[in-house]
Nanobody, 118 residues
Framework: QVQVVESGGGLVQPGGSLRLSCAASRSIFSLSIMGWYRQASGKQRELVAS???????NYADSVKGRFTISRDNAKNTVYLQMNSLTPDDTAVYYC????????????WGQGTQVTVSS
């Protein structure tokens, strides 16, 4: 059974930092594009950042220069370092593993709440 498990959310003041972690099953991790998505209250889920098998990264314009995504293949874990947080970053953050088989399979974590507030 494939598992995707996030951790690291919480409450942080504006300007602060948080690091999210996501551990995925070993059976899929090395052949998966790993991504972080977020969904704010009343809004659609959006892509925040992704990292490919070769380490290539992609970021939403709203987080460029503030967030950094990275993956540790030895630990089957992807990280999202979030700096200079603002209230607009408040959302439930979801980890996604897109397993590059045919057809591609998407696996989602349960989500972790990030709240930026003073």
């Amino acid at each position: 059974q494939v598992q995707v498990v996030e951790s690291g959310g919480g409450l942080v003041q504006p300007g602060g930092s948080l690091r999210l972690s996501c551990a995925a099953s070993r059976s899929i991790f090395s052949l998966s594009i790993m991504g972080w998505y977020r969904q704010a209250s009343g809004k659609q889920r959006e892509l925040v950042a992704s990292v490919g098998i070769g380490g290539d990264t992609n970021y939403a314009d709203s987080v460029k220069g503030r967030f950094t995504i990275s993956r540790d293949n030895a630990k089957n874990t992807v990280y999202l370092q979030m700096n200079s947080l603002t209230p607009d970053d408040t959302a439930v953050y979801y980890c996604n593993a897109r397993h590059l088989v045919f057809p591609p399979q998407d696996y989602w974590g349960q989500g972790t709440q990030v709240t930026v507030s003073s």
